[in-house]
């Protein structure tokens, strides 16, 4: 090993094109809404996602022993095979972040007509009522655009569906756990995040319910690596925007994240996490920051008064930050070309703000696309730092600050290229923020039965 963690074998060169194989185009996905509080759901609909195809063709030459589609294979053949030590349903993972509660759940679709009728009327009610709406309340929202369909987990076969709330609405969350009876059926939940300590106390006092708490960068890595195996019903999970020196016009393309070690994951929540990942065992946490989504999301409610993160954005998109920051071209009247520094180049994040007259003059858009390009290029410089600095080429993005937020990826995709002259690719990942919960739920299935 070397003094980055590295073993000889993984400091080889990257795969030809940083082991990325362009697949295809396809389009982004838009948010489910809905109202109306956590006890009374509402706005059932259809999916508006992918639909199923078949699985794609794999080269003779990529599958060779310890390939990257064997690697894959081997994850799925331990989900995928049944076992006698199944967990009882129902099946969750939860990551409790500082912001917002993730929250998968399993819905099982093979269930006999002798298993549904034995089966207790509480889980009965927690499944219909999870999958018959799109929103709890006023803010529990089920991404519906992001479910996984028909996967075979334990030898079950099933959904994986996608739930978010506020972490502020965690309280109303575990009391109607208690009132659904959620006891009854399990004795223990699987979390992670830094509110798996902080409600520790109040899901066993309310809802009679033990935390079973877990480390919640072990569950993203766990999390990301079994997404990107399974792919995105038939499709990659993983995508990067072509033309990123041009964000008004550089379109997205997916990608199969072959070759994944080593990588710098950058998980952006409320907080920033940078790691470098060297195996699914193997990774350590390089740096991170303060600056991230909850920055963002707070500086835009002082300053423009707006009361959320999709309202933020709204704004950010019609703004000009121009107009708030203060550009290489204001101090050169140009480029600064020694140093191929282009005019366009934020010089002063908010330099405009000095003077009363630029002051008078910009609107509360402006301000809120400031916020974001100010928060989104101090974490592409980082990142760019941290990546050369352990000498890692994929740089992947994740975390809930990305979503419906195209300003900051697309922006994040032209600093990793523009500074690193075209040596660094940005990836995306579609199921941006929920990987954590994603592990919480595959160590329940451990808890069971050793994958």
């Known amino acids: 090993m070397d003094d980055h963690g590295r073993s000889p074998e993984q400091k080889r060169p990257c795969h030809e094109s940083n082991g990325f194989h362009q697949t295809g185009v396809f389009n982004g996905f838009t948010g489910a809404t809905g109202s109306s509080n956590w006890e009374t759901g509402s706005g059932s609909g259809s999916h508006n996602g992918w639909e199923s195809v ?12 310890g390939s990257p589609v064997r690697m894959r294979s081997r994850i799925r053949r331990r989900m995928d095979s049944g076992r006698k030590n199944r967990p009882p349903f129902p099946w969750f993972g939860m990551d409790i972040g500082g912001t917002l509660v993730k929250l998968v759940y399993f819905e099982p679709i093979d269930i006999t007509a002798e298993e549904e009728q034995e089966e207790v009327d509480s889980l009965k009610s927690i499944r219909r009522y999870l999958t018959s709406n799109t929103a709890y309340g006023n803010t529990g929202i089920r ?16 959904n994986l569906h996608f739930i978010r709330f506020p972490t502020q609405d965690m309280l109303a969350f575990i009391h109607m756990g208690r009132d659904k009876s959620f006891s009854s059926l399990h004795t223990t939940l699987c979390a992670t995040g830094g509110g798996a300590y902080k409600f520790e106390n109040d899901f066993r006092t309310i809802a009679d319910l033990q935390l079973c708490k877990l480390d919640e960068l072990d569950c993203l890595i766990q999390g990301l690596l079994y997404v990107d195996s399974v792919g995105f019903n038939g499709h990659p999970e993983c995508y990067y925007f ?8 550089s379109t997205k393309q997916p990608c199969r994240l072959d070759n994944p070690f080593p990588m710098l994951l950058v998980n952006i929540g409320s907080g920033v996490s940078i790691l470098a990942v060297y195996s699914k065992d193997n990774y350590k946490r390089v740096t991170g920051t303060s600056l991230g989504g909850g920055t ?37 009247g140009g480029d600064y070309q020694r140093f191929s520094l282009q005019g366009t180049a934020v010089a002063s994040s908010f330099g405009h703000m000095v003077t009363a007259e630029k002051r008078d003059s910009i609107s509360k858009e402006d301000l809120a696309r400031a916020t974001l390009v100010t928060i989104t290029n101090n974490i592409g410089s980082i990142a760019r730092m941290c990546a050369v600095n352990e000498r890692i080429e994929r740089v992947v993005f994740v975390g809930n600050f990305l ?31 929920y990987f954590g919960a994603v592990g919480a739920f595959l160590e329940l299935l451990r808890m069971s039965d050793d994958l």
């Open 242 to 249: 072509q033309n990123p020196s041009d964000p008004d016009n």
């Open 54 to 65: 078949n699985q794609q063709h794999v080269p003779e030459d990529e599958q060779r022993h």
């Open 296 to 332: 963002f999301l707070g500086l835009c409610c002082l300053l423009t008064g707006c009361g959320s993160f999709e309202e933020a954005l709204e704004m950010a998109a019609k703004g000009d930050s121009t107009n708030v920051d203060k550009l290489v071209r204001d101090i050169y």
């Open 403 to 433: 979503r419906i937020n195209t300003v900051s990826t697309k922006l994040l995709a032209y600093a990793m290229d523009y500074w690193s002259k075209g040596q660094l690719r940005a990836l995306f990942l579609e199921h941006e923020g």
């Open 143 to 158: 991404d519906v655009h992001l479910e996984l369909r028909k996967l075979t987990i334990c030898g079950r076969t099933g």
